[in-house]
């Protein structure tokens, strides 16, 4: 007979951030700046998915994302879903949603767009399309896709988007 179990435990008090494409997990970590949490911390990587084939899930004690975290999220996954927990119980469980217009998040690398000239303004992008990704500014209108995103971060400068990670 077979016994089926969890592969990854349970925590406490928390965050999981579940259903996060495979292979998109440490990207994730770095680009909220979770990787940089001394709170227990497990991931897993390219997990069985009934939905969705693979997956990557973090389990995070003792953290609770805010709301840009979980719009950096969106952007990367759009199928994730965040649960809060306490008492081992979730107690709110969250889809994350791509915004029709994201501000301040995603730099524009195009140098003679205003948005790099110096000027007081924030970087702001529409959503063309969410499954590929697919986001346009709204200064010069340059087109990016997800591979071509660069994120802005107030700890950390800036990140790219890195291709899905192959185990």
């Known amino acids: 007979m077979l016994e089926e179990k969890l592969k990854i435990d349970k925590i406490s008090k928390g965050t999981v951030i579940d259903h996060i494409d495979a292979g998109y997990a440490l990207t994730i970590l770095n680009l909220t700046g979770l990787d940089e949490s001394k709170n227990l911390m497990t991931i897993g990587v390219n997990v069985s998915s009934k939905k969705y084939q693979t997956k990557d899930i973090i389990k995070i004690e003792n953290v609770f994302l805010n709301e840009t975290q979980m719009q950096q999220i969106s952007i990367l996954s ?47 992008f529409y959503v063309l399309e969410e499954k590929p ?10 087109i990016y896709k997800l591979e071509e995103i660069v994120f802005t971060s107030k700890e950390k400068k800036e990140k790219q988007v890195k291709q899905r990670i192959q185990l």
């Open 78 to 124: 759009p199928n994730a879903t965040i649960s809060l927990i306490e008492n081992y119980k979730v107690i709110e469980k969250k889809k994350v949603k791509i915004p029709k217009t994201i501000k301040k998040l995603i730099m524009c690398v195009n140098q003679t767009c205003i948005s790099n000239s110096g000027e007081p303004i924030d970087t702001e």
């Open 133 to 142: 990704l697919k986001i346009q500014c709204i200064y010069c209108e340059r």
